[in-house]
T-cell receptor
């Protein structure tokens, strides 16, 4: 299994600002995923990030709002841009590990005021 | 498109009682099925998974799940619940192809009474 860390673990931000979330994995992985979990809701996939290529965004999510970087095989960032209170969520990264399984990071809890 | 339904939003059981959490999926081929648990303030932890073979799979913390193709179900069970099992449980189905993107159900919140 993969060990995943995220920074920050939580943050409180003002509307109109941006926050960059970091995801670090302890092994090299091809695919990394970013999910959003809104309060009381299930997880929704934002995008898939492959190293060396543009991220693939799911319907309803756009690069201008959620730019993603994937500079190497162990690291990715997700930026939540021009935040509004509706962006208050838990943001989780995951990786496609061995045996067709996804492993999740601990999440970043974001509150936008 | 794949989908997952968890019909029970909230379940309450007494400590020591048995537990069954329901999960129904919709998928065109043989699915990859998962159960994850999310404790308060924590990320998601994988409980168990089904890809093929034996339809009864064992997971961590004494949980098991049974894949029933005829019913499109993958219910999670535990014979005796512990207070530490109180958490939110998510069923998920994985897509085919190389992406293996997960579609999650809406989750079931488990409360355990002393």
């Amino acid at each position: 299994s993969a060990v995943i860390s995220q920074k920050p673990s939580r943050d409180i931000c003002q509307r109109g600002t941006s926050l960059t979330i970091q995801c670090q994995v302890d092994s090299q992985v091809t695919m990394m995923f970013w999910y959003r979990q809104q309060p009381g809701q299930s997880l929704t996939l934002i995008a898939t990030a492959n190293q060396g290529s543009e991220a693939t965004y799911e319907s309803g999510f756009v690069i201008d709002k959620f730019p993603i970087s994937r500079p190497n095989l162990t690291f990715s960032t997700l930026t939540v841009s021009n935040m509004s209170p509706e962006d208050s969520s838990i943001y989780l990264c995951s990786v496609h590990g061995g045996g067709e399984t996804q492993y999740f990071g601990p999440g970043t809890r974001l509150l936008v005021l | 498109a794949q989908s997952v339904t968890q019909p029970d939003i909230h379940i309450t059981v007494s400590e020591g009682a048995s537990l069954e959490l329901r999960c129904n999926y919709s998928y065109g081929a043989t699915p990859y099925l998962f159960w994850y648990v999310q404790s308060p303030g924590q990320g998601l932890q994988l409980l168990l998974k089904y890809f093929s073979g034996d339809t009864l799979v064992q997971g961590i913390k004494g949980f098991e799940a049974e894949f029933k193709r005829s019913q499109s179900s993958f219910n999670l069970r535990k014979p005796s619940v512990h207070w530490s099992d109180a958490a939110e449980y998510f069923c998920a189905v994985g897509s085919s192809g190389s992406a293996r993107q997960l579609t999650f159900g809406s989750g079931t919140q488990l409360t355990v009474l002393p």
